[in-house]
């Protein structure tokens, strides 16, 4: 018998209980866990971070409204009715490097324990929910992991244990974990398009002796990446990506492959920029932010980034989403409006070509 599936089976992006790449510190009292927090971010400061705990207040209001507080220097304070649910805490902390949990009110996905001495029964409390220990933290340096760890995880010995005043080497090790979560890339290589001025498929056009689809091709490909053409009607080829958001121009375009694979970063490059070489790319792939929603490149006498020429990375795709559900198609309106790193190049490596005029001229001075 064939099982029932109510939902479609999309690809999902790779989720922790709250958050894509999340870590969970127990074993010690709050405040020391909060400490160590600020202490690791203030020395990762490129990344971005967040810290996700409870409050110990006892008593609490209820909100009769939710309160958001802007500062002019950009910090935002909100004060909100909302409870916890890991499906909204996942669309909240889908913008974050890393999320670091309070473990002793909520579980992660992965975990540091702390090795207090008056701790052990907290531990062995919550056994269930440590199941992927990086590293032990000794609050006393006499102290090793509890009976109740050392049954569980029988290779304790081989997980790196520090003392809390190791802040230098806890944060290392922790930057390590963060770089080794960076999503790899693919590339992407946008096709559609009417070419009503043009007369002809832009996508064919020849400057460098083969369609200018190969060639864009080649370049990412020779990145090692794996690239797929982006179209709007299937042609049976095993390295394209069917536009599955109608009508919507090259968002669609990158919105599919993101529905595709959510957990890459995607980099994007339209077929008539025939000017984009191997250094821009090369430069492109140098600036990689990955704490930002995604890399672009820029002329340097332009007022606005070239979403075509991009770097979108995980965190972009339900940015992009939030934009779609406000009625806006245009990548260049996310990037404008969202944290993005901004590579600037000569105005003429981006140049679009659109007429049969400047069809000609590109290749003169190609040529």
């Known amino acids: 018998m064939t099982k029932h599936q109510k939902h479609t089976n999309l690809t999902r992006r790779k989720n922790g209980n709250f958050a894509p790449n999340e870590i969970a510190i127990l074993g010690a009292k709050c405040s020391i866990i909060t400490d160590l927090v600020h202490q690791v971010s203030a020395k990762l400061s490129q990344y971005n971070l967040a810290y996700f705990d409870a409050s110990h207040a006892k008593e609490v209001e209820s909100n009769k409204v939710s309160d958001f507080t802007f500062h002019h220097d950009g910090n935002l304070k909100i004060t909100t009715s909302s409870l916890v649910n890991q499906y909204v805490q996942r669309i909240q902390f889908s913008q974050f490097d890393y ?65 809390l005043s190791d802040t230098r080497k806890i944060t290392g090790h922790i930057s390590k974990m963060i770089s080794n979560s960076i999503p790899p ?35 990412l ?7 797929y053409f982006s179209v709007a009607v299937h042609q049976g080829r095993s390295d394209e990506i069917c536009d599955t958001f109608f009508n919507l121009g090259p968002f669609g375009g990158i919105c599919s ?73 245009c990548p260049r309106k996310m990037l404008i409006n969202s944290d993005v790193a901004i590579v600037e190049v000569e105005d003429m490596l981006i140049r679009n070509i659109n007429t049969p005029e400047e069809y000609k001229q590109a290749i003169k001075e190609l040529t």
Not at 102 to 118: F, K, R, S, T
Not at 186 to 195: A, C, D, E, P, Q
Not at 201 to 209: I, N, P, V
Not at 301 to 313: C, D, G, S
Request: proline share 6%; with cysteine; net charge positive.
């Open 185 to 219: 890339i693919k590339g992407l290589v946008l096709t559609g398009g009417k070419s009503t001025r043009m007369g002809a498929d832009k996508s064919e056009l020849k400057y460098h002796g083969i369609s200018q689809k190969k060639f864009v091709k080649a370049l």
């Open 257 to 329: 492959a993101f529905q595709k694979d959510p957990n890459s970063a995607w980099f994007v490059l339209a077929t008539d920029l025939p000017f984009v070489n191997a250094h821009l790319i090369n430069l492109l792939l140098e600036k990689r932010d990955t704490s930002k929603v995604a890399t672009a490149v820029k002329g340097k006498n332009k007022q606005f980034p070239e979403p075509l020429i991009t770097i979108y990375e995980p965190k972009a795709y339900p940015v992009l989403l939030q934009y779609l559900a406000q009625g806006y198609s």
């Open 99 to 163: 999320v670091f949990i309070n473990g002793n009110h909520y579980a992660g996905q992965q975990q540091i324990v702390m090795l207090h001495p008056e701790k052990e029964a907290s531990i062995h409390k919550r056994i269930d929910q440590i199941s992927d220990i990086q590293f032990f933290i000794k609050l006393d340096s006499e102290i090793v992991p509890f009976d109740c760890l050392q049954e569980k995880f029988p290779h304790w010995k081989e997980i790196p244990q520090y003392n």
């Open 221 to 227: 490909s020779k990145k090692g990446f794996e690239t």
